[in-house]
């Protein structure tokens, strides 16, 4: 499992949510919307302190930490999820099979 966010998309969250110097941007899993990488779920985002959840994948990119909590590895597993911006400037998400 990889979580890879674009250049575009970290100048998304930085432009369109306020992070203050204790918080992360959480990736978690949510019932319905149009992405579903596992029927019936999709992803979703926040900005929360980090210290909140237990992190079960953590990484950072251009000094925006985010993470995966413990509880919703189960939807991300065995596959690498890219997040983006589609042609309207929204975020998108592709996943590829894990190598």
Not at 50 to 67: A, H, M, Q, T, Y
Request: charged share 35%; hydrophobic share 35%.
């Amino acid at each position: 499992m990889n979580l890879e966010i674009t250049e575009k998309a970290i100048e998304w969250f930085k432009d369109e949510l306020e992070f203050n110097d204790d918080q992360a941007l959480r990736f978690f899993v949510r019932y319905g919307g149009e992405f579903q990488l596992k029927q019936g779920f999709s992803p979703a985002f926040t900005v929360e302190e980090l210290s909140s959840s237990e992190v079960g994948f953590k990484d950072e990119k251009n000094d925006i930490p985010f993470f995966i909590d413990e509880k919703d590895l189960w939807y991300f597993d065995d596959n690498d999820l890219v997040i983006d911006l589609n042609d309207n400037g929204e975020i998108k998400y592709e996943v590829k099979a894990s190598r």
